[in-house]
């Protein structure tokens, strides 16, 4: 959904102040006036800004009737005034975030795109949240939003809308009593607090969770729970870099701690 940017332009004077510095700057500028309340100023060179304020506690816009304004934006110890020395030139145009095209909307026939950790329509409020790993698949649900694949344990391909294909519904039918707790043998449980996790059905008595494999499952260790593929070398979070000491193609067991992962020859 569109929300409202202002731009003006015109020969300006510019003062930025901050703990007790402050300068001052004349010319012709393009002030941008974005709805987080971030101002930018721009005179006619390079992408960066020659004043702005990111994301302001608050800004005052005001204009007189002989087309000239003045906009003042505070933040914390920050001030930024630009004010026009003669007539200006002013606007309001309708932005959204930009990402990447991934469908049409259904609703409306907008445009969607992927952007911001959601998929979101251009031209209505639609929204749907994405788990962060989401890959956007070029399928179409019956609804008429774009599938993701997403991995947990086995890939997993689902409508955008949580409440047209439920992805945590998927990931229970698939994995909810597979595996046995290696401390007291009841079944895993699929659960959902703020992510997915399995625990142990003994719980209070037994205390056994996993954090659900980001990866594919490719069989069973020695100890009960399952065995997930390695991280590509590529990939560079901790657990990658704890594993690299083993051989990349070795599947190692979803508890990091288990005995029975090989360890390096
Ligand atoms: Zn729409
Ligand atoms: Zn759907
Ligand atoms: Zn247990
Ligand atoms: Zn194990």
Known sequence: MTEPVHVYAGDCAT????DGDSRRQRGRVVVVHKPDDTVL???????????WLTRANAVHRETDGDG???????????RLRVESRDDADRASHGATAAGTEVGTCPDCDGTLVRARGAVICLDCPAEYGLPRDAAMLDSTCDCGLPRMAVERGARFEVCVDRDCEQLDEAIRERFDREWSCPDCESDLRVLRERTLFFRCEGYPDCETTFALPDREVVGTCECGLPQVRRADSSCTDDAARADSSARATDPRCLDSECAETPETV
């Open 68 to 78: 000239g304004f003045a906009l003042v934006a505070v933040k914390d110890g920050e």
């Open 41 to 51: 100023v721009h005179d006619a060179e390079g992408y960066q800004p020659v004043e």
């Open 15 to 18: 003062s930025y102040s901050a």
